[in-house]
């Protein structure tokens, strides 16, 4: 057993789903029996580096009851107690990406709740935070092997602390969102769906540790293309995090696979 792994407690009368616990700067990282104590380790591992320079978005997060659960190689999303009741998007939600807006009907319209959660995600960001053992080890077996999405989803957390706890800086990244619109940066990407997945796209090639991104032939994959290409999203992440692209037991830094095999094309944004 993983040292300092806890015990959750279930409710009264109940029989627990999660029975492992760890902690990453105050904040819980909690898994059912059936997830390796390793998963845990990683992903307490890299959350503890991204909020590393700033301890009083780490401290936001805490006040505000974030945790973090780890799905197992056999489990989903809804899976986990908190997401038993969710519901697919309706077709106006604003967080749907391009291409989902244009085909909902096939795309979303025709699964139920549980087919559409299961075929649109491993992990989700926010106050319940769901990442995927297969993803925070690297195993192959991962449906996005090549980049980290623990990095990705915990990015919006980061982020939701900085509106919280830093309004000043979150308005200037709102700010930078906008101006990248107007230049056409990352067009069609899908750091251009959200002001949250500007940033979280971004934090992922800060840390090394996304896949390959080409726009119009100008290829971004590590964080000196991120500074060449968008010098401003740069500067408002080096505000949040220590002036390092490594995270402890990050399985995807600087790995071959954030390069896809065959040719480069001139864009990798999904063509709808």
């Known amino acids: 057993m993983l040292a300092g792994c806890a015990t959750v407690q279930p409710a009264s009368g109940d029989e627990p789903f999660y029975t492992k616990q760890v902690e990453a700067a105050g904040i819980p990282i909690r898994s059912s029996a059936r997830v390796s104590d390793e998963a845990l380790t990683a992903s307490r591992a890299m959350i503890a580096d991204m909020l590393a320079h700033r301890p ?33 998007p309706a077709r106006d ?20 709740d549980r087919e559409y959660w299961d075929a649109r995600a491993r992990g989700i960001g926010g106050q319940r935070t769901a990442v995927a053992e297969e993803d925070v080890l690297g195993l192959p077996i991962s449906r996005y092997y090549g980049e980290t999405i623990l990095v990705h989803e915990f990015a919006h957390n980061v982020l939701f602390a900085i509106q919280a706890a830093d309004p000043a800086l ?13 230049q056409r940066l990352w067009f069609n990407e899908y750091a251009m769906t959200t002001v949250q997945e500007y940033w979280a796209e971004g934090t992922q090639f800060w ?12 290829r971004v994959l590590n964080h000196d293309d991120l500074a060449a290409y ?40 999904e063509v709808c």
């Not at 840390?207 to 100008?218: A, H």
């Not at 080096?238 to 954030?258: E, I, K, Q, S, V």
């Open 56 to 88: 009083d978005l780490a401290a936001q997060l805490v006040r505000q009851d974030y945790t973090v659960s780890v799905i197992g190689l056999e489990e989903a999303l809804l899976d986990l107690p908190e997401n038993a009741g969710w519901r697919k």
């Open 93 to 112: 939600d604003p967080r749907l990406t391009r291409c989902e807006r244009i085909h909902y009907d096939e795309r979303i319209g025709r699964l139920t």
């Open 170 to 182: 979150y308005a200037e990244v709102e700010a930078a969102y906008a101006d990248a619109r107007a």
């Open 207 to 218: 840390f090394d540790s996304n896949k390959l991104v080409v726009v119009d032939g100008r």
């Open 230 to 269: 968008d010098p401003a999203l740069y500067a408002l992440l080096a505000r949040a995090y220590a002036p390092t692209h490594r995270l402890t037991g990050d399985p995807f830094w600087m790995h071959p696979a954030r390069v896809p095999p065959g040719p480069i094309p001139e864009n990798t944004a």
